[in-house]
């Protein structure tokens, strides 16, 4: 494929992992991200996957997927706290930050920008056009929607671009293990999880901030899903000063009432041991769960990948190596053909049913899991 002029709307991983490979083909790249505050601290531990691994490779940094904290085992609680079942089944988290940051470090400098949100994108019959907020136009051959949920190049290609609400939300936490209390040892060095009828919680450790993975300097993530009565999703994702975000609710924006709240159910509904470990998060998060399966992801001009192509349940683990395949199938169509809309149909042709399949996954493990 000549060389493209390729503009991609999102920053996080999808979009990273395309600007990359796509870089490194030789095709004039950019990315607009819309948040200025960098990205670091949005996940938590990623479990390995074969195209994680194999994006890793191809952009040079597999040393990443060492970074990882070993759950030796998975356990299953009883009410009283007490450990009901136990599973030979080790895995290892990979370091969310430091994925990101060493990834991010790939990109040539000058061509991630961050705090740049796009706010439309149209496409013509040669190519297709950014509009940026600070009113800026760009032109590119081809516009790449790494944009996640609420993507600003899903419309494009979607007649319903909606995400469905899925029915529950995942409240979660992240905290230094330093500050679990004695009571809650139980959950260390394990895949902790408490089912019963309504109620799914599991725990693990992930690593530290820049990736430290030694005892000590870990961090113990949480992860609550709860589901949520019609109606009550129009206040859930509403911060402390009544600001509303569309399906989150960030670290640090729940109010005081909601915390306690939140504190009183754990103590109402979970063993000991996950009661604490809600304890000691003081500022949870919430993250909506939601679908979404496109029917095109891609056109003459434009892509997508990653979520917002394909919104996959958490359960599945499989939303960043989903991400990774996404990229890698993108940046091997254009590089087997000449012509840009050949390689991009080649590139729906062969994504669309793996994203779908994956969905599909992920809404089975979510029907059992609540
Ligand atoms: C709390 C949490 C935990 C997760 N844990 C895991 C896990 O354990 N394993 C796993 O595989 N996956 C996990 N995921 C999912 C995973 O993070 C995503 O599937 C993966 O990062 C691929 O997402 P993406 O890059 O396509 O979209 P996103 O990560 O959603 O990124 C989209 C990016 O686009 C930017 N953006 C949006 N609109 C605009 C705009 N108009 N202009 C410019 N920029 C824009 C956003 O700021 C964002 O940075 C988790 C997600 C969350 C929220």
Known sequence: MKRLRIRIVGGSLAGLFAGI???????DVKIYERSSSGLAGRGAGLVGQHDLFRILRAIGCEHVARVGVVAHERIFLNRDG??????????????????????ASHM????????????QVIEGP????????????????LVIGADGLGSVVRPLLNEDPSNRFAGYVAWRGLIPETAL????????????FYVTSGIHILGYLVPGPHGETGP????????????????????LFIDADGRS???????????????????????????PPFVKAIEAEPQPSIQGIFDFEAAKIASAHTALIGDAAFVVRPHTAMGVSKAAGDTLALREALLASEDLSEALSRYQKERLLVGKNIADHGRRLGASAL
């Open 181 to 192: 209390p004695q009571e809650a040892a139980i959950l260390l060095d394990r895949f902790a």
């Open 245 to 271: 975000f569309d399906y989150s609710l960030p670290r640090g924006a729940l109010s005081e009432e909601r915390l306690q709240t939140l504190r009183a159910d754990a103590a109402a509904m979970l063993p």
């Open 21 to 27: 490979l796509l870089q490194r083909d030789g095709h």
């Open 108 to 119: 040539a400098a000058g061509s991630y920008h961050i705090g740049q949100p796009v706010v």
């Open 126 to 141: 040669e190519s297709a056009q950014l509009l940026l907020a600070d009113g800026r136009r760009e032109n590119a051959d």
């Open 216 to 235: 000590g300097e870990r961090r113990y993530n949480w992860v609550w899903y709860r589901p949520v009565a019609p109606g009550e999703l129009q206040t």
């Open 82 to 103: 007490s450990v009901g079942e136990t599973f030979r089944t080790p895995q290892t988290q990979i370091s969310w930050d430091f994925l990101y940051s060493t990834v």
